[in-house]
């Protein structure tokens, strides 16, 4: 350690630079809204949703009231979306997660607290007093580039915020379509089932007069059989899908009362068209963005890395020093400043900068093949929504309009006695089967679009890629 005593006047140097210290940490304070503004622009601009910060009680009673508001009809999709953002106590997590970072960059901004210590020593000749007032000068100086990263870090934080906010948007909405849809898929059993078991019924009667045989019979309870199985798995998937449903929108109670539509909403008139959707997801990607900051923010802590490579710490003080000999009566008084460094013998900086470049240049990768991920999602994500659409659109326009021309023929030539009740039960399995996965392509296609908003905007999952193809594999059974 280095000692520099100086006159008297360094104490009023000292106590203006603490006094200035103090004056600027004064000035810092935290944001309003607790730095959500940008994950409520991109809710009301992505999703045309608000969102809110819940932080006391009064907070969560009129969140929980807008929300219990909204399922006092039945549910739909825009709704479910508005009530897991106010609902969704993970989401509020991450708003959470925000305030944390928050606080890091207000006190990443502040300067270095100084350091008092006090030091008496006495012994049987003098007795020594001495008083030290320390701070850290390294982070005095690197104070604006550090604070200027943190600030970037708190950037991050705001939009990884946003990032959470389209995902449970996006979860949501599927989990909304996935329920109405195994509820509509179970109706449709429902209604099958009826009519399986009517003509169960009446095929029993009629083998008991003998106007049918054994093997018919057979046929028929089978039949009847195979639906009601199907209707039982169809129900406990619509159990699950609504309790997903649940989940997301953070329901519990007396909220779990709350309605689902009949059916899915009626396949639109045409497909959107996007051409440019890979530049659209360039451009509105909110991890692209995050991303990008992270590789700014890496670059501006490399270079403070290089600046700072031959100094590790270094503390500056103010002493001051009283000593009294107990022999001679002597009073001596001294101050002065103390500065403290670490000597580079070992570690001439060069691991920290070697780390930091490789760092960096790590991000640049990652940025690069994550711009490429980015426009393959989008371009596979539009096709999806394409292929979905015309696949639900054959079924709407061709499929079932033939499959009810084929029942009501096979009815009228059933009952001219020109085909069996084989050929019957062959039909109605068709029809059934044609109708499920109707209503799967729709659900499929309803997904797909919300998959398709999610991987341009951000927060994209896995909702329609995973079920292609189920809908035409169904109709092949």
Known sequence: MFAWFGPAAAH???????????????????????????????????LGKDIVLV???????????????????????????????????????????????EAVRVRQSLPPNPQVSVLRASGSVETELERQIVGDILALVTLPARAEIAAGRFRQAQLAAALETLRVANRARAAFYRAVAANQSAELLVQAEAAADS???????????????????????????????????????????????????????????FTLPKALPALPGHAA???????????????????????????????????????????????????DEHDTGLHAHS????VTFEIPVFDFGATRVREAEQTYLQAVNKLAEMAVNVRSEAREAYRGYRASYDIASRYQREILPLRKTISDEMML???????????????????????????????DFWLAGSNLAATIAGGASATATDTAGRSLAAADQ
């Open 12 to 46: 009023k140097r000292m106590a203006g630079a603490l006094a200035s210290l103090l004056a600027l940490a004064a000035c810092q304070t935290f944001s309003p809204d607790g730095g959500l503004d940008v994950a409520a622009d991109v809710a009301r601009t992505e």
């Open 55 to 101: 932080r006391t009680e009064d907070d969560a009673a009129a969140a929980t009231a807008r929300a219990r508001h909204l399922i006092g009809r039945p549910l739909t999709a825009d709704a479910a979306v508005q009530i897991a953002l106010l609902n969704n106590r993970g989401l509020q997590a991450a708003y959470n997660e925000l305030g944390v970072a």
């Open 199 to 257: 003509s169960a019924q009446l095929a029993k009667r009629l083998a008991e007069t003998g106007a049918m045989n054994k093997l018919d019979l057979a046929r028929e309870q089978s039949f009847h059989a195979e639906v009601a199985a199907q209707l039982a798995m169809a129900r406990q998937r619509a159990s699950s899908e609504r309790e997903r449903l649940v989940r997301v929108l953070g329901f519990s109670g007396p909220d779990l009362k």
């Open 273 to 323: 068209r996007l051409p440019q959707v890979e530049q659209e997801a360039l451009n509105r990607r909110v991890d692209l963005q995050i991303a990008r900051i992270e590789l700014d923010l890496l670059a501006k802590s490399y270079g403070l890395t290089a600046a700072t490579r031959f100094v590790n710490v270094l503390e500056g003080g103010y002493v001051d020093r009283i000593k």
């Open 335 to 338: 101050r002065g400043f103390t």
């Open 413 to 443: 030539r059933y009952g001219a006695m020109q085909v069996d009740v084989f050929a019957l039960l062959t039909d109605a399995r068709q029809r059934i089967a044609a109708n499920a996965a109707a209503v799967d392509a729709l659900r």
